[in-house]
Antibody, heavy 120, light 107 residues
Framework: QVQLVQSGAEVKKPGASVKVSCRVS????????MHWVRQAPGQGLEWVGM????????NSSERLRGRVTMMRDTTTNTFYMEMSRLMSEDTAVYYC?????????????WGQGTLVTVSS | DIQMTQSPSTLSASVGDTVTITCRAS??????LAWYQQKPGKVPKVLIY???SLESGVPSRFSGSGSGTEFTLTISSLQPEDFATYYC?????????FGQGTKLEIK
């Protein structure tokens, strides 16, 4: 079955960077785009960005552009989301979420989430 | 960017009630809208896609309707497990923005 397994919780200082991974299995890695969504404590869902694993083309939220980078490693079937110049407002659970299928761009499978805490 | 506005932000209801949540888009998204349910500490789960298509395994008391800029999620005969937060999301173009969420509480 399709599985998305994310890396563990991180605690970072303001100004540092964090790299969250999402290892997938159960489907062809390059078939479907992967998105990242974050949720600050007690808040709603915020779309962070996406990557096409076939072409490595990415798109990200305008307000995070310049600080967020999405990558993929086809040898390990793993996606990465790296965020730099962290601020306290970046404290959130970060999810990877795969589109449901071909021309089915809502989010089907999700990772379990990775809590990133930014604190001095 | 397309803005998604949900109403109400909080909704109080009783088991057995029928409730409706509205989601408005700042421009037409045709029917490219999904609804998700999220329970505390859990991952969001899709309920409805393409505005009105029910995801496999989701109870038929959930239904979606709408097109263009106005959409609704209706839950009929509320069950205890339905008390959660609901989000709409468009997926017509990037960024795939979410509504701010509607928390459905037990009255």
């Amino acid at each position: 079955q399709v599985q998305l397994v994310q890396s563990g919780a991180e605690v970072k200082k303001p100004g540092a960077s964090v790299k969250v991974s999402c290892r997938v299995s159960g489907y062809t890695f390059t078939a479907y785009s992967m998105h990242w969504v974050r949720q600050a404590p007690g808040q709603g869902l915020e779309w962070v960005g996406m990557i096409n694993p076939n072409t490595s083309w990415t798109n990200s939220s305008e307000r995070l552009r310049g600080r967020v980078t999405m990558m993929r490693d086809t040898t390990t079937n793993t996606f990465y989301m790296e965020m730099s110049r962290l601020m306290s407002e970046d404290t959130a659970v970060y999810y990877c979420a795969r589109v449901n299928g071909d021309y089915q761009n809502w989010f089907g499978p999700w990772g379990q989430g990775t809590l990133v805490t930014v604190s001095s | 960017d397309i803005q998604m506005t949900q109403s109400p932000s909080t909704l109080s209801a009783s088991v057995g009630d029928t409730v409706t949540i509205t989601c408005r888009a700042s421009q037409s998204i045709v029917g490219w809208l999904a609804w998700y349910q999220q329970k505390p500490g859990k991952v969001p789960k899709v309920l409805i896609y393409k505005a009105s298509s029910l995801e496999s395994g989701v109870p038929s008391r959930f239904s979606g309707s709408g097109s263009g800029t106005e959409f609704t999620l209706t839950i009929s005969s509320l069950q205890p497990e339905d008390f959660a937060t609901y989000y709409c999301q468009h997926y017509i173009s990037y960024p795939y923005t979410f509504g701010q969420g509607t928390k459905l509480e037990i009255k």
